[in-house]
């Protein structure tokens, strides 16, 4: 869907709408190549405050020529906002990590991936936010993306509560792990979902509904 930001951000009118590029390349309208900008969307209430914000790339570096090959370029976004209703703030963080063909198993690029990654939200981010991580890291349990986020006292909450599997039946392959969602002890979990239906994709959404400890 090569609209398909406008198209959510339609559906969600009263949310700020922010979208990070990472490349541009052609999608195909039958024989008609169509210019179309791939990234990462952040959509936020608009009854929340954004304070502050950081957007960069985890991998690589903009593509604007053409997908290429993986690992493509990658990139994150974090949001600092300010809960009225809680006198808080919060930072929220997200980051679709760098797929690679050989698998989801660590290696050099995911580990630079990863401290990117943790300096983004570290830098976005103050002491005593509630923060929470979240995207399609493409990792496995126990990797080191999952090891760096936890020196900033952030704890995954899909394998932390017994998820094994975050893809839908549109996933034919093993292993079912790529989403995770992490917090800190700043924040209140309230319900914490991996959404088995309805499918709109490979991957099964994650949903958090928390309050910001005070």
């Given at each position: 869907r090569a609209n398909l930001f406008r198209e959510v951000g339609e559906a969600l009118p009263s949310h700020q709408a922010f979208f990070c590029v990472a490349a541009r390349g052609d999608l195909f309208r039958g024989d008609e190549p169509v210019g179309t900008e791939w990234g990462l969307a952040t959509f936020v209430r608009g009854d929340l405050v954004?304070?502050?914000?950081?957007?960069?790339?985890?991998?690589?570096?903009?593509?604007?020529?053409?997908?290429?090959?993986?690992?493509?370029?990658?990139?994150?976004?974090?949001?600092?906002?300010?809960?009225?209703?809680?006198?808080?703030?919060?930072?929220?963080?997200?980051?679709?990590?760098?797929?690679?063909?050989?698998?989801?198993?660590?290696?050099?690029?995911?580990?630079?991936?990863?401290?990117?990654?943790?300096?983004?939200?570290?830098?976005?981010?103050?002491?005593?936010d509630a923060v929470v991580a979240a995207g399609d890291f493409n990792v496995l349990p126990g990797s080191v993306t999952l090891r760096r986020l936890g020196d900033l006292g952030l704890i995954d909450l899909v394998t932390g509560r017994g998820h094994t599997d975050t893809r839908t039946s549109h996933y034919r392959k093993e292993p079912r792990y790529a989403d995770y969602l992490l917090v800190n002890d700043r924040v209140r979990v309230e319900e914490f979902a991996v959404v088995a239906q309805p499918e709109v994709s490979d991957h099964r959404p994650l949903m958090l509904d928390f309050v910001p400890a005070t």
């Open positions: 954004v304070i502050g914000q950081a957007q960069g790339f985890v991998h690589g570096d903009y593509a604007a020529t053409g997908w290429g090959p993986h690992p493509r370029a990658r990139n994150a976004h974090v949001v600092r906002i300010f809960d009225h209703a809680a006198r808080r703030p919060v930072t929220i963080a997200q980051m679709h990590g760098l797929r690679d063909p050989a698998g989801k198993a660590d290696t050099a690029a995911r580990l630079v991936q990863a401290e990117r990654f943790k300096g983004m939200i570290r830098a976005a981010s103050r002491p005593g």
